[in-house]
């Protein structure tokens, strides 16, 4: 059974850092690629930042240059680094695996990032 863990949420004040981390049991996340979305409050849920199965990383416009996704295949965890936070990085972080050429996405539960002003 494939299971996806995210920790790492916290109350943070603007300016402040978070290490979100995305744990996997059930699969190899090297195999895979990996996405962190976010959802805030009566928002849809958007994409934040993807490490890919070759190693290669993605970040929304919205996080560029304050976030950093990486992947430690020893722990089978890939991890989203938040810096400078801001009030409006409040949301639902989740984590999402997806191999190459099939259909089936894996999603964790969440962790919440409140981050006030």
């Known amino acids: 059974q494939v299971q996806l863990v995210e920790s790492g949420g916290g109350l943070v004040q603007a300016g402040g850092s978070l290490r979100l981390s995305c744990t996997a049991s059930?699969?190899?996340?090297?195999?895979?690629?990996v996405g962190w979305y976010r959802q805030a409050p009566g928002k849809q849920r958007e994409w934040v930042a993807t490490?890919?199965?070759?190693?290669?990383?993605n970040y929304a416009d919205s996080v560029k240059g304050r976030f950093t996704i990486s992947r430690d295949n020893a722990k089978n965890t890939v991890y989203l680094e938040m810096n400078s936070l801001k009030p409006e990085d409040t949301a639902d972080y989740y984590c999402?695996?997806?191999?190459?050429?099939?259909?089936?996405?894996?999603w964790g539960q969440g962790t919440q990032v409140t981050v006030s002003s």
């Open positions: 999402n695996a997806q191999k190459a050429g099939v259909p089936t996405v894996y």
């Open positions: 059930g699969i190899t996340f090297s195999y895979y690629t």
């Open positions: 490490f890919s199965s070759g190693g290669r990383t």
